[in-house]
């Protein structure tokens, strides 16, 4: 594994079972229940409304970024810009050919341009990091080329406004994300697929030795990933009615920070997509508590740093 | 065979870590001026200038990030801490300029030197750690910032920062190219380049012959803190402003200045000078497009595609998939022939 971005300095080594860490888990989740039980207004229906939809477009994005992290590739830059670019692609071809060719043409998208990234780094192993740094600048110029950094407007009398509905009062894209992560975890359990990825992500030596399609599971990870940023970006651009490269900004650092705060290691090989979930709903439920507590928006991106850096701490292989 | 000679050839470009970034500077000088023609627009002391500018913001970066992935680590701290410094020197530097500068380095140095310790005793990954450390970075400079563009009364130190020296170089720019020529001496004739390199390139080879890894480690990582914010501090002096996101985004074009400087995430590789000559080409990229007139997209979509080729090329398996590509062509061949 020397050619891996040097995750760990020395050896390697599975999450702990220390007691400390469980201890730790354990307290942090009481803290955070009492606290939510003394947060008047957490359960009022606004506040749980506003959740529920906001978490489902990073989650979708998240669980894609599970499968590149569970691949052994760390992470990729550009999943927030393959977002927007969805987005925008989307209501542009929505305008022409109607909603089917819209929601069609943003997630291939999304799916083509991560699978060539995917392609570069399975077949000649190429640096995960550099690859998409390059995916992002391409897609960033590509994009702000072609539509001239303007917003796009999707037409209303293509009916896309259906989309938008709830069922049961709960909203549509909520539902979408738990589609995605049910099926997300079925894949990874239960298919060759998913084992195959979490061998070529646990060891690329071995899973060359027991005859995995390496470039073949690299590639797909890479295309599913894709177009579930470009199905967020969709979900996006039917929620604000509009697309930009403005949308995706953020979407990249914010599902790695789920997937790390869900406990995934992130030299891959293990993970699961119901993990990135909880880590999703942790940050979530941490930053709601504090605009509850009269904290402005810009605490929260402090205070998520400060959650995935003392997660990413009790990762430590020392003290096993 | 010619075929080996242009695989020599081919080595040779890939394990140059000179060569490479110059290659492709004196490409993009004869492609600039070619399409310009006769015009003398990218010719011309403005474009030197703004060269030299961009040059100026982002070589300190990239020789920070460039040395932590010399020895086969990452930084993405820097992305927040440019814009966490620009905010840290703006506020405390309106009365002394000095100070303010003084405390947003101090500032980086302690993120940097904080990441590095987490990193070295706790054995954790550097892209975990320093994610970590965007976010917090990010988030203090929008606390402190009150999520708002800062404005730097101070104009005076904004005029100093703008003025041309022997009608070239700006104080910026001079700061910059100190900072390569020390470190690039320093790297050569002390122990330090060669520790690193030895970090980079076989970390327990590294363990075993007494080289003080824990140690370098952090001062890379407090060295890369430092320079960011450097970098931020006084670029936010000169546009008279702050903004707690960063003035500009820094993470990519150093990344892609060191990896065009021929270092590899696989560690090992790249030198100061090196790394210096990739922020070259890239700083002669963005202002070359600007000087002919092109939309500032082009330049985005030419770094994406330079960087794309680097990583194909760097690819560990190329060779490999070429091999392969050449025994089924051969195969085919002899298959026909047989007929």
């Known amino acids: 594994m020397n050619r891996r971005l040097s995750v760990l300095p020395l050896g390697s080594f599975q999450m702990p079972a220390l007691n400390t860490v469980v201890l730790l888990r354990v307290l942090a989740v009481a803290g955070m229940a009492v606290l939510i039980a003394l947060s008047p207004g957490f359960f009022s229906a606004p506040t749980m409304l506003s959740l529920v939809t906001t978490i489902s477009f990073v989650g979708v994005v ?259 | 065979m010619p075929g080996s000679q242009l695989g020599s050839l081919f080595r040779l470009l890939r394990h140059s870590p000179i060569l490479r970034p110059f290659i492709i500077l004196i490409g993009c000088v004869v492609l600039f001026a070619a399409v310009d023609g006769s015009q003398f627009r990218f010719l011309s002391l403005g474009t030197l200038r703004s060269t030299l500018q961009s040059f100026a913001t982002l070589a300190p970066i990239a020789l920070g990030l460039g040395l932590a992935m010399l020895a086969r680590e990452f930084d993405l701290s820097i992305a927040g801490l440019f814009g966490l410094a620009g905010c840290v020197a703006v506020l405390t530097g309106v009365d002394y300029p000095l100070l303010g500068l003084l405390a947003a380095v101090a500032v980086g140095l302690a993120v940097g030197v904080i990441q590095g310790v987490i990193i070295v005793r706790l054995r954790l990954g550097s892209v975990a750690v320093t994610l970590g450390g965007l976010l917090i970075c990010t988030g203090i400079a929008l606390v402190i910032s009150n999520n708002q563009v800062i404005g730097y009364a101070n104009t005076d130190m904004a005029l100093m920062l703008g003025d041309y020296l022997f009608g070239l170089f700006t104080w910026r720019s001079i700061v910059a190219i100190a900072i390569i020529a020390v470190v690039s001496v320093l790297f050569a004739l002390t122990r330090i380049g060669r520790d690193i390199v030895a970090i980079g390139s076989n970390r327990e080879a590294a363990v075993t012959t007494g080289v003080p890894v824990s140690a370098i480690l952090i001062g890379v990582f407090g060295f890369s803190g430092a320079l960011t914010a450097l970098s931020g501090g006084l670029v936010s002096f000169s546009l008279a402003s702050a903004s707690p996101t960063g003035l500009s985004d820094v993470l990519v074009p150093a990344a892609a200045a060191a990896i065009l400087g021929g270092v590899s995430l696989s560690g090992g590789t790249g030198r100061p000078l090196s790394i210096a000559l990739g922020v070259l080409v890239l700083s002669v990229l963005r202002a070359g497009v600007n000087a002919i007139g092109a939309p500032p997209f082009v330049n985005d979509l030419a770094i994406g595609t330079i960087l794309l080729a680097v990583a194909i090329a760097d690819g560990p398996e190329l060779m490999r998939r070429f091999t392969e590509i050449a025994s089924a062509l051969q195969y085919l061949a002899n298959r026909r022939s047989l007929k």
């Open chain 1, 62 to 320: 998240a669980v894609g970024m599970t499968l590149i992290t569970v691949s052994g590739n760390i992470m990729s830059f550009s999943l927030g810009a393959t977002t927007a670019a969805s987005a925008l692609t989307f209501v542009a071809v929505l305008n022409v050919a109607g909603l089917a060719a819209g929601i069609i043409a943003g997630l291939l998208v999304g799916a083509l341009t991560c699978g060539v990234q995917g392609f570069f780094i399975g077949w000649l192993r190429a640096n995960p990091i550099i690859v998409s740094i390059a995916g992002l600048t391409v897609i960033t110029g590509a994009a702000s080329g072609l539509t001239n950094n303007a917003m796009l407007y999707a037409d209303e009398a293509t009916g896309y406004e259906a989309l938008r509905g709830k069922v049961f009062g709960i909203p549509a894209e909520f539902l979408v994300m738990i589609a995605v992560i049910v099926m997300a975890e079925l894949m990874l359990r239960f298919t060759l697929f998913g084992r195959n990825l979490l061998m070529t992500g646990a060891s690329y030596r071995v899973a060359e030795a027991a005859g995995v399609a390496r470039t073949t599971t690299v590639f797909v990870a890479y295309a599913l990933a894709g177009a579930l940023a470009g199905l967020a970006g969709i979900m996006l651009a039917v929620r604000y009615g509009s697309a930009s490269m403005e949308y995706g900004i953020g979407y990249d650092y914010n599902a790695i920070a789920a997937v790390l705060v869900g406990g995934t290691a992130i030299q891959g090989g293990q993970g699961s997509a119901i993990r990135t979930f909880i880590g999703l709903v942790i940050i979530t439920l941490v930053q709601t508590l504090l605009l509850l507590h009269g904290f402005g928006t810009e605490w929260q991106q402090l205070i998520t740093g400060i959650v995935v850096l003392g997660v990413v701490m009790l990762q430590t292989p020392l003290g096993r």
